[in-house]
């Protein structure tokens, strides 16, 4: 029974269909939890959908949409054989040792001819009765006498712990060749209405709308359902057929004893059994475990006379009651210790079998497969304990596998089977995650052991604590190897258990990396179910945990993720908040002006001497404290900001336009000096200040430059507009004035064919000055290149006409442009000599 190698022996036959053999013990007892060589990560690629799932058990699952050259055919049906395979898979395995009799069925002729005959008209019927009634021996014989009705036979599956969309995916597999195929709902709907089939469910667990919606989707189906009367009814408007199964009569409840006896009963034993009928209300159950404790009565009744007299190597007759006289004489059992003979049979049975009952007890009633029990209980041939289970009737098959049976669990708790709980489960967990992360152990071998991993988990979960320094995290671990196995083999119910489990014992753990690949499982969990919101959320709380400890490659994987979340919804990524992400409220913000004001898109304007101040008034900004956020809303605080933006904006064009108005508007005298003030800047020359601080250039000699400054060019040119291109050259310079406008006025023009004549239809606007104004006299220097620095000036009563800064100036023209004017424009000059600035 090697967990890693299944094959037909583990279903009690040899491949060849001969009773199993005597097997050789197995060493060691337990696996090497401490292996030093890693175990390979085993990555799976299935389908799902329109998705391609990539299932990595180390970084996380990825996820894409599926390439068209990936996507699966059509799945095509099972063959006859093939379906007679899926259903002996379907069965629990045949335990190892003596076969227990198999029982007939008694006193149900009446309800499985019904059954058979409703089915054969293709209606659904719901089989009712409590636990221990016989329900699942009914469906048995059932499903044989309907193998032939169905163009797809009988499909039996287990509604224990599933949801009916498991059933649907179950139905599906059951009859379709689909590996690695998970297909999306529209495509499974579509899928299973073509499937015609007996179905036979049993220890269904849902009810009312549920159920129909499970009966719609498959019409062409006939449904024979078992429940218990605890489990919701069918809706009113539902088309199934309800047949109800009670207990036995008290002749039944007898003639079933004696077959499980195997002997005919004596007086007193007749007697006891027409009580416990009263007090069991007829179960079969219940004398099907009588029966069990009447054998272990035979057998301890049997003296040493009875094994001299039949030989030691061969079992006692006990086919007939018989009286023991030398004291080996064992009363009846009490009416109570055969109401919940669990106690008392489990006392009877072997160390092997009792551990194994505390393990079943600790896991809520899973009974381990019979190839785990060596390792659990420490015994190497502990898996023969499960025949002795089965044959006191301690449990019962469930799908495909054992549980314990109804009131096992109850009495067995009571009797201190229950008193080690967490240390059962904790030794069941270590093992499990050895087990299902073994690179051998394929996803469907984990699948079948599903339940019992998910009641380890269930038990360690509420218990998990921070591990010691040296130590790891079973509950943790086991989540951690146990749920990429349940991903690849498509058991998602499991999948997503397993994942909250462990992301509760990772956070209560402590183990943040841990948390966020379960955060991160779950993400792709919603995504391949269509939960967009859910798998937003959960990829984000993924990606946020692995940023904080920079796990580049776990976040890579879930922003790829998230990116086909943001394609599928449509909403862009940071648009919504960050799962756990606090969204702040709507605030009315109004911003301060900084010390020096706030900048302008252009300088400011300087106003001119001699004018009038433009003055205009700036509302200062609010100094006090920003409002609160909570007193006005989002919206009019928004609208208001606006307003007081457009106004600001307005006034700053008001202002400018009038400026520029202003200045377009008073520019009336052509003749006006104020725009004829030269590129030679003016400065005044203080007492003994011959360069007016400006640097002196040095000849070649080393010596000051005593060349004449240059003078302003008076002809426009075409353009009329001084310092272009067009510009004449002049053909003499000035010498420098020592007058107080540091210019001096030239004696003569210098001739040019394009010059203009000056305009004569200006007036003046102010009449000139009575004070008489020197006039330069140019002197031709003996070097042009060294101008001589003696001014000679001729006083004149004219108004001058030179360039100069120191003449009146327009009242209406702007300082800021004649500034701009005077610095902007450069001087033009036909000789090489230098200008003083």
């Not at 699942?136 to 712990?161: I, K, M, N, Q």
């Not at 620095?789 to 001058?800: A, V």
Request: negative net charge.
């Amino acid at each position: 029974m090697d967990p890693n190698n299944r094959g037909p022996e583990e279903y009690g036959h040899d491949g060849d269909g001969s009773p199993s053999r005597q097997r050789p013990p197995r060493d060691p007892l337990t696996p090497d939890f401490g292996q030093s060589t890693p175990a390979l990560a085993r990555a799976v690629q299935l389908v799902s959908g329109d998705h391609l799932l990539t299932v990595n058990p180390v970084d996380g699952s990825e996820i894409e949409a599926c390439p068209p050259g990936e996507r699966p055919a059509r799945p095509r049906k099972l063959t006859a054989a093939d379906r007679a395979e899926s259903d002996r898979a379907a069965r629990p395995p045949v335990p190892p040792g003596p076969t227990p009799p198999r029982l007939p069925l008694l006193a149900r002729q009446d309800e499985r001819e019904r059954l058979v005959r409703l089915l054969a008209r293709g209606r659904s019927v719901r089989l009712t009765g409590p636990a221990g009634s016989g329900r699942t021996s009914l469906l048995d014989v059932v499903a044989e006498d309907c193998s032939d009705l169905a163009p797809d036979g009988v499909v039996r599956l287990s509604g224990f712990h599933r949801t009916p969309d498991d059933l649907l995916h179950d139905l599906f597999y059951a009859v379709y060749d689909a590996p690695l195929h998970r297909p999306g709902p529209e495509d499974l709907l579509a899928l299973v209405r073509e499937i015609g089939a007996v179905v036979v469910l049993d220890d269904v667990e849902f009810g009312g709308a549920a159920l129909d919606d499970l009966l719609d989707a498959t019409p062409e189906c006939a449904f024979l359902v078992a429940a218990t009367p605890d489990v919701p009814a069918p809706s009113a408007d539902s088309a199934l057929e309800e047949v109800f199964l009670g207990g036995l009569d008290r002749a039944g409840g007898v003639e079933l004893l004696e077959r499980a006896v195997g002997r005919v009963l004596t007086e007193d034993e007749a007697n006891w059994a027409g009580d416990l009928w009263f007090e069991s209300e007829g179960l079969p159950l219940r004398f099907v475990q009588a029966g069990a404790l009447l054998r272990q009565r035979d057998e301890l009744r049997a003296s040493a006379e009875a094994f001299d007299e039949f030989g030691v190597f061969q079992e006692a007759q006990i086919d007939a009651p018989f009286e023991a006289g030398d004291g080996h004489d064992v009363p009846l059992p009490s009416l109570a210790e055969g109401a919940a003979p669990a106690t008392l049979l489990a006392g009877r049975l072997s160390d092997s079998a009792r551990t194994a009952l505390r393990f079943a007890v600790a896991l809520g009633g899973e009974v381990p497969h019979q190839a785990h029990l060596p390792a659990l209980v420490g015994d190497t041939h502990a898996d023969a304990a499960l025949g002795e289970l089965l044959s006191s009737a301690l449990i019962t098959p469930v799908g495909a596998r054992y549980r314990l049976a109804a009131g096992v669990q109850t009495q067995l708790e009571g009797a201190g089977y229950g008193d080690d709980t967490e240390a059962r489960a904790l030794a069941a967990g270590r093992h499990y995650a050895w087990w299902a992360g073994h690179p051998s152990v394929t996803p469907e071998r984990v699948c079948a052991e599903a339940d019992a991993v998910l009641a380890a988990l269930a038990v360690l979960v509420p218990v998990a604590e921070p591990p010691a320094e040296d130590e790891e995290n079973v509950t943790v671990q086991l989540a951690r190897t146990a749920a990429p196995a349940f991903a690849a083999g498509l058991h998602w119910s499991a999948w997503e258990r397993a994942l909250r489990f462990g992301a509760e014992a990772a956070r209560a753990s402590g183990e943040v990396g841990e948390q966020a690949y379960f955060h991160h499982e779950l993400g792709i969990l919603a995504l391949c179910a269509d939960q967009l919101d859910r798998a937003r959320a959960e990829l984000e709380a993924a990606i946020a945990l692995r940023g904080a400890l920079a796990d580049k490659r776990g976040t890579v994987a879930g922003r790829r993720a998230l990116a086909l979340v943001s394609d599928r919804s449509g909403v862009p990524l940071g648009i919504t908040a960050t799962a756990g992400e606090e969204v702040p409220d709507a605030r009315r913000e109004e911003s301060q002006s900084p010390p020096g004001g706030v900048p302008m898109a252009f300088p400011p304007l300087q106003p001119p001497n001699e004018t009038a101040t433009l003055v205009t008034h700036r509302a200062a900004a609010p100094a006090g404290p920003v409002p609160n956020r909570k007193a006005r809303g989002g919206l009019k605080g928004l609208a208001r900001r606006n307003l007081v933006a457009a106004g600001a904006g307005a006034l700053l064009a008001a202002v400018l336009g009038t400026v520029v108005t202003l200045g377009a508007t008073s520019d009336n005298d052509a003749n006006n000096p104020s725009d004829k003030v030269g590129v030679n800047p003016s400065a005044s020359q203080d007492v003994d200040d011959g360069s007016l601080g400006a640097d002196v250039p040095k000849n070649d000699d080393g010596k000051g430059d005593t060349g004449k400054a240059t003078s302003r060019p008076t002809d426009p040119g075409p353009d009329g507009t001084f310092g272009t291109s067009d510009d004449p050259t002049p053909t003499e310079s000035a010498e420098p004035s020592d007058d107080p406008s540091g210019t001096k006025k030239p004696t003569s023009k210098p001739p040019s064919s394009t010059s203009k004549p000056p305009s004569t239809s200006a007036s003046p606007t102010k009449p000139p000055s009575s004070t008489p104004t020197p006039t330069p006299t140019p002197t031709e220097p003996t070097d042009p290149a060294t101008p001589t620095e003696t001014p000679t000036t001729t006083p004149t009563d004219e108004p001058s006409t030179s360039d100069s800064a120191s003449g009146p100036a327009s009242s209406s023209a702007p300082a800021s442009a004649t500034e701009s004017s005077a610095a902007g424009t450069p001087s033009s000059s036909g000789s090489a000599s230098d200008t003083v600035i």
